[in-house]
């Protein structure tokens, strides 16, 4: 219980933070806005995951082919 408190607390000290940052953020320095994750401690940071096109083909059925006229 005290874990998901202290969760709770950083959570919200995490949002104000970013909005102050975003708020005297200078948008030529830095385009990208910063987020409540950039200042929480306790966040596990997410990873992009980088697939390429070959992992795409196995989630498309294979389409019958075209009869010819």
Known sequence: MDEARQTDRWNHTAMTCALLANIHRDKKKRSKPF??????????????????IEALKDFIPPQPPVPSP
């Not at 987020?35 to 390429?52: E, N, R, S």
């Open 35 to 52: 987020m409540p994750a950039d200042f929480h401690p306790l966040a596990k940071p997410k990873h992009d995951i980088v697939v390429g």
